[in-house]
């Protein structure tokens, strides 16, 4: 509830600000949205639907008061068109100088005919459905979809406007004529609106369901089924079940484009198998153009990859594997890839996977998942440690992607990620991670102190779980950081390390100390 009564400073909260007396600084709604509520009589009917005697007893409502009560994007689109089905994740844009939420529309029907029938829920389910804000486009069968309308709703004052997106869909131009005028010409969408316009997730979803099947050209083929594929696992979920991979944005260029297009991109592994190997890659263009009143030429283009029968290229499952069992070492990390995540999996902290990532680089398929380490806090938030990427055959990992590529390439890349020496603050610019010669001893005493304690606490984890190699390999990481702790001491200091050395005893204490 919003408004405030003429000459009355503002009441509403806008946002805290430490500088003023109040700590906060207030606002008054200006916008068109909503109901007015200055009358006694709609006063009383909200307090009756909301079951609230504090809206007929409350100050703060005056004559200007206005109620706010539809406010979540799809919802507003929903009442304004109820005969569209809409997609589960509208994302917000700024186009020319107001933040719009857009929302992709659907026509849909169970009654077109010689179509398949498809289980719309069940073919638009996916692991990213398991959070807050994602939400379900609905169930049923159906057997016609199409993407007939883009909808905005305005961040600010709620206005809802619906622009034709599909000019050829017959139950749009039905619909169109019964609410004439609730639907505006494509003509319409000016040039910054197009440039944020993308292909949507749940009728690529439906379309990648169909084509799991249907990309069997094969009349015997087809009707034995032995050919048929299904949409990767998303191997990140823990549990024994887990839902189908989301699709993603990317910027790829697939085999025969001479450019990278922004695209939505899927899996897909063999149906009916125990086999996870990947067999299939499939990406949609994404990119609607910017020209006003025209979607750009290759928008919807769909590109499937198939993978030769007589290779074998691991799917996201089978990486995931490989990352969990991992003994490849890194430059930047003194533990092999499965210690880092059995060290940071304990009762103090936990390991979360990010999303899982096929590239097709190089006639090959590149693989790439970042991995967070979080606290076990209420307070706490995951944060990026580490970058896990594999081609072909081979598997490296760092804490940024640009050094995890120049591992799994031998040296340099060739590619800028652009996360090498980030210095995780906001608007701050990037600092290039400073190499040995340029390290000041101080900055070099203080990162070999750090190692000492990482491999005394790393050695001291091997002893309790009996693991006598770990705790060698542990042991000699921390010889060569007293080591480099010694050379940057300054005028020859000394570093001791008491009662840590390869023969002790389990049980016996350790201190490592460093003194200049």
């Given at each position: ?14 946002y ?31 307090a ?151 292909y ?24 034995t ?7 990767s696992?998303?191997?990140?979920v ?52 910017s ?48 210690q ?9 902290s ?14 090959g ?15 706490a ?96 990481r ?39």
């Amino acid at each position: 509830m919003v408004g405030a009564a003429e000459g009355e400073g503002p009441r509403e909260l806008d946002y805290p600000a430490s500088g003023n007396e109040t700590g906060e600084v207030r606002n008054t709604y200006a916008g068109s949205g909503g109901v007015e509520i200055g009358s006694i009589v709609r006063r009383a009917a909200y307090a009756i639907k909301y079951r609230q005697i504090e809206i007929m007893l409350s100050d703060s409502l005056n004559e200007n008061s206005r109620m706010l009560d539809h406010r979540e994007p799809r919802e507003r689109v929903e009442r304004v068109a109820p005969w569209l089905r809409l997609d589960g994740n509208p994302y917000p844009a700024v186009v020319d100088g107001r933040v719009q939420w857009i929302v992709d529309g659907y026509t849909v029907s169970d009654r077109y005919p010689y179509s398949q029938m498809e289980d719309l829920g069940a073919s638009t389910a996916d692991s990213l459905q398991q959070a807050e804000n994602i939400a379900s486009i609905g169930q049923g069968q159906v057997n016609y979809i199409r993407n007939s309308v883009k909808a905005t709703v305005d961040a600010y004052d709620g206005t809802v406007r619906l622009y034709t997106w599909d000019e050829e869909d017959p139950l749009l131009m039905a619909w169109s004529k019964a609410f004439d005028g609730t639907v505006l010409p494509m003509s319409q969408i000016d040039g910054d609106l197009m440039d944020h316009l993308r292909y949507p997730e749940d009728l690529f979803k439906v379309q990648r369901s169909v084509l799991s099947r249907y990309h069997v050209q094969d009349a015997g083929s087809f009707f034995t089924g032995q050919d048929f594929w299904t949409v990767s696992e998303d191997p990140s979920v823990p549990g024994e079940t887990k839902p189908d991979m989301p699709p993603h944005y990317l910027s790829v260029a697939l085999p025969g484009q001479d450019e990278p297009t922004f695209s939505l991109t899927t899996t897909y592994i063999p149906a009916g198998s125990q086999r996870q190997n990947l067999t299939g890659y499939l990406a949609v263009d994404a990119d609607a153009g910017s020209q006003a009143g025209q979607r750009r030429e290759d928008y919807g283009q769909l590109r499937v990859l198939v993978l030769p029968r007589d290779t074998t290229v691991r799917g996201p499952g089978q990486f995931q594997n490989d990352i969990n069992s991992s003994d490849a070492n890194s430059e930047a990390f003194a533990q092999t890839l499965s210690q880092f995540i059995n060290l940071n999996s304990s009762d103090d902290s936990r390991v979360d996977y990010g999303n899982l990532l096929t590239l097709p680089v190089g006639g090959g398929l590149l693989y790439v998942e970042p991995i967070y380490v979080q606290a076990r806090s209420a307070s706490a938030y995951p944060l990026q440690r580490v970058v896990v990427v594999a081609f072909g055959n081979d598997l490296a990992w760092s804490d940024t992607l640009d050094g995890a590529l120049d591992e799994l390439f031998g040296g340099d890349s060739g590619a800028t990620a652009g996360d090498a020496g980030a210095s995780g603050s906001p608007g701050e610019e990037a600092e290039q991670p400073a190499t040995e010669t340029e390290t000041d001893p101080d900055t070099a005493l203080a990162r070999a102190v750090g190692d000492i304690e990482q491999a005394y606490a790393e050695g001291q984890t091997a002893l309790e779980a009996g693991d006598w190699e770990a705790y060698g390999q542990a042991q000699e990481r921390l010889q060569d950081a007293i080591e480099r702790a010694v050379q940057a001491s300054p005028e020859g200091g000394s570093v001791s390390v008491d009662g840590a050395d390869q023969t002790q005893a389990p049980g016996d204490g350790a201190e490592a100390t460093a003194e200049p």
